[in-house]
């Protein structure tokens, strides 16, 4: 058992007891030669969930996105999306490193672009130009605090992607995430895009894996592209079997993680030298700001590390909590006090 209480990623899900049965007793095959019949079942199954004809498993999001820009696009060519989106961000600039490509990066509020924001950012045919390609939404947006594309928007902006004759990628790490928070299934969100990506290893609590959903043609080819990322995974049913469980079995009870963060951000934000914009906790992420204390993020959490609270950081002020099933409700309170007592050392 944890002896801390864990709010530094919906990663840290560990699988649950039906997983680790299904995946005991998987039928398996050579995924390479497209033999294994788990994998072929949860292929099936996340392209049904997704309104899309064809699906493949990867071994995470990451792999994901990038096989999805590279089946998309080639050399040279530019990606708009968001200047905090996790492609940009967090993904170790492969898009860039791997694949040629050059970010055009457009700066969103609380992570959202608006559809004329990013019609703005399409430049015409000229020589001197890297020639645009391929646009990426993130949503839920993870660095934005969790936040969420109304479905208006997404349509503004399949709208203007329409009239520029581009293609466009869903970084959907957490798109259930984002269906529970609009009422809405996920393949409603996913219908605005071409391609989606999303991890089945966060919230979902399987151990591994990530989906990337699109047309038939697309996935065929992608299928291409994972293989020379060394994705390419042979016995995959054992973690597929587990993916299956997290797609019938564990989408409805994010709602719980997102009325447990919104239980802590309220009590977070009565807490004197902490500010948190609560217009942006809509789902399970929390991001809250520091700097009244004097103190950075880094500081503040090895004192709330030290009380046996672990979040991660936002530096230079920001940290960032996250809930999933190893977080309870009963937890709430106890956080408060020890985010309380450790504020208190800073005021007055
Ligand atoms: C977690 C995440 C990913 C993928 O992460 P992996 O660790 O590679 O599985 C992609 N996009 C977003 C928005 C994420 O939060």
Redesign the pocket.
Known sequence: MKDYIELR?D?TTHPTEEMREAMGSAPVGDDVFGEDPTVNALEALAAAKMGKEAALFV???????ITALLTHCKRGDEVILESE???YY??VGGLSALGGMVPRSVRGENGLMDPKQVEDSIRGANIHYAPPALICV?N???RGGGTVYDLGRLAGIKDVADRHGLPMHL????IFNAAIALGVDASRIASYFDSV?F?L??GLSAPVG?VLAGRRDFISRARKYRKMLGGGMRQAGIIAAAGIVALEKMVDRLAEDHSNARALAEGLSKIPGIAVDLSTVVTNIVVFDVSKLGIGSDAFAERLSAQGVKMTTRPPYKLRAVTSRMFTAEEIPIVLEKAAKVCSGFLG
Request: aromatic share 4%; with cysteine.
């Open positions: 990623s990663t071994p995470s999001g990451t792999m994901g996105n989106c996790h492609i967090y993904e993130e839920t947006h993870n970084d959907g790490a957490r990506q991890c290893s966060k990530s």
